[in-house]
């Protein structure tokens, strides 16, 4: 089975501290995904990558950039954290030319 | 960017009921997939329908895909209680600098079923 592990369930931040989120998955998948999903608003595509060391914007990617140097381990990184970056955090990776995504357990970050 | 629309947005039935999900989209697809979120956690892909496909069964899941109508519609049939959780559908657009791709979710059916 796939597996897609996220570094923190729960993680809470001070407004301006830099964030380090990191996914990594076990299958050799080329495609990972970063996601941030907010009541109301569904699933939001931040940064997603089809290779190591590439790297592509996906629907809102300011406030956040992304590291992909080994094929398996893809992070987010939060610049200097701010309030309206509290959210849950949703990684995903996919083999090419598959269309399905799998899924980590999500990290639930909060910013005060 | 497109997205898909679930309807409804919530939906609660009882427990041996069907439930039935909709979603539209708004520009052609590639494929339509539906997936499953347990209350805080990580999302499971339940089934792919290709966009020349009508139909599709997987356990007690149903999908239907509609093109013309830009339409799909999730059916759980003898829902459990353990069917309780959001569903999402999501379209795929291609990213045709690498051949990749982009899915794009909508906002997901809360689904309860009631013992």
């Known amino acids: 089975d796939v597996k897609v592990t996220q570094s923190s369930r729960y993680l809470v931040k001070r407004t301006g501290e830099k964030v380090f989120l990191e996914c990594v998955q076990d299958m050799d998948h080329e495609n990972m995904f970063w996601y941030r999903q907010d009541p109301g608003l569904g699933l939001r595509l931040i940064y997603f990558?089809?290779?190591?060391?590439?790297?592509e914007k996906g629907d809102i990617p300011e406030g956040y950039s992304v590291s992909r140097e080994k094929k398996e381990r893809f992070s987010l990184i939060l610049e200097s954290a701010s309030t309206n970056q509290t959210s849950m955090y949703l990684c995903a990776s996919s083999v090419w030319p598959a269309h399905t995504q799998y899924f980590g357990p999500g990290t639930r970050l909060t910013v005060l | 960017s497109q997205q898909g629309e679930e309807d409804p947005q919530a939906l609660s039935i009882q427990e041996g009921e069907n439930a039935t999900m909709n979603c539209s989209y708004k520009?052609?697809?590639?494929?339509l997939q539906w997936y499953r979120q347990n209350s805080g956690r990580g999302l499971v892909h339940l089934i792919l329908?290709?966009?020349?496909?009508r139909e599709k069964h997987s356990g007690r899941l149903r999908v239907t895909l509609d093109t013309s109508k830009k339409s799909s519609s999730l059916l759980i049939t003898a829902s459990r209680a353990a069917d309780t959780a959001s569903y999402f559908c999501a379209t795929d657009i291609s990213y045709s600098g690498a051949g990749s791709y982009q899915l794009t979710f909508g906002k997901g059916t809360k689904l309860s079923v009631i013992p």
């Open positions: 520009t052609s697809i590639n494929n």
């Open positions: 990558s089809y290779d190591v060391k590439m790297k």
């Open positions: 329908i290709r966009s020349n496909e």
